[in-house]
């Protein structure tokens, strides 16, 4: 009885210690090394940035990796993660709520409900449950503002989380973990149940978002929607870095994220979406900063700027 009883205590532990990450943080093993600055980009693409005023000034930059994070980072105004609830991305075809990883149809309301809980078809019962989901999870994003300050207006330094600096945002927080490009409204259930904080990536099924081992497949409308959100995150804060899928660094709780070899396919079978576009010209009035990987999809800028793997632009060269 006694052994029973014990175990059960086990258990419950087991499950409180899941459900409640703990607050304190796991500092990056020694033996996982920082990598170099490798802003090179190819030089047999060239792309007229002028033809989207917000990048003019990238015309005749010799550096243009390094001169398009700058970029981002010198134009971006944080909003509040609880004001990034707000950030609607409507469906181009039924002028309703463009949810990620939904494939049920269902027409959701621009509206955040109570929670996150929607009443979908307005007889006061919530039908549909969101979520505000990262893209590059807060447990992977093991990065902290030079001022440790949580409430950023704009960009300063950023440089890796020495284990004092809470990863998680509230709802007051701003900085980072609140930059919008990296947040969606997702379905709930998926997002709880299976993305869960693991890396995106191919598990040998494709269609409806799934989960097999610790990876975690979007679903083939959404996979495109991930890529970018990505790509601009690592051109965005240094140190976040997209590692391929064989990569040693590619363990979840890190700086690193996985995997650039897969989401650069994802970013060719899924291209940019006018939800996307929509979405970037929101965020932009909202935030200020743009997306370059959907303004330019079509000039191939993947290729240009990933073309010696992930850009890991440092806060040296700001
Ligand atoms: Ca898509």
Redesign the pocket.
């Known amino acids: 009885m006694k052994k029973i009883y014990g175990l059960f205590i086990l258990i419950v532990m087991s499950f409180l210690l899941v459900g409640c990450k703990t607050s304190s943080i796991t500092t990056l093993s020694p033996s996982v090394t920082i990598p170099l600055n490798q802003n090179t980009a190819t030089t047999s693409i060239s792309i007229d940035w002028a033809a989207v005023s917000y990048y003019s000034s990238l015309e005749g930059s010799d550096d243009i990796i390094t001169d398009m994070a700058l970029l981002l980072r010198d134009t971006i105004s944080y909003v509040s993660y609880g004001d990034a609830r707000y950030n609607y991305a409507i469906d181009s075809k039924t002028g309703f709520q463009y949810i990620l990883y939904d494939t049920s149809g269902t027409n959701v309301p621009l509206t955040w409900g109570d929670g996150g809980a929607i009443d979908t078809d307005d007889n006061g019962v919530a039908d549909y449950y969101v979520d505000r989901e990262h893209i590059w999870a807060c447990n992977d994003m093991r990065i902290m503002p030079v001022n440790k300050d949580r409430t950023l207006d704009s960009y300063v330094g950023f440089t890796i989380n020495d284990g004092t600096f809470e990863y998680r945002p509230d709802n007051s927080s701003r900085g980072h973990f609140s930059d919008l490009f990296n947040l969606w409204n997702a379905v709930r259930s998926v997002n709880q149940k299976l993305h869960s904080d693991h890396f995106f990536g191919e598990t040998g099924t494709i269609g409806a978002p799934n989960l097999s081992g610790s990876i975690f497949y979007p679903g083939d409308?959404?996979r495109?929607?991930i890529a970018r959100s990505l790509f601009y995150m690592t051109l965005m804060y240094p140190y976040l870095t997209l590692v391929d899928e064989d990569s040693e660094n590619a363990n979840e709780g890190t700086i690193y994220y996985g995997f650039l070899n897969i989401l650069l396919e994802w970013n060719r079978e899924?291209p940019v979406?006018e939800e996307e576009i929509e979405r970037n010209e929101t965020i932009y009035e909202t935030q200020g900063n743009r997306n370059p990987f959907i303004d330019f999809y079509d000039e191939d800028i993947v290729a240009l700027i990933f073309s010696s793997g992930d850009p890991n632009v440092l806060d040296a060269s700001s």
């Open positions: 409308e959404y495109g929607d899924d979406s």
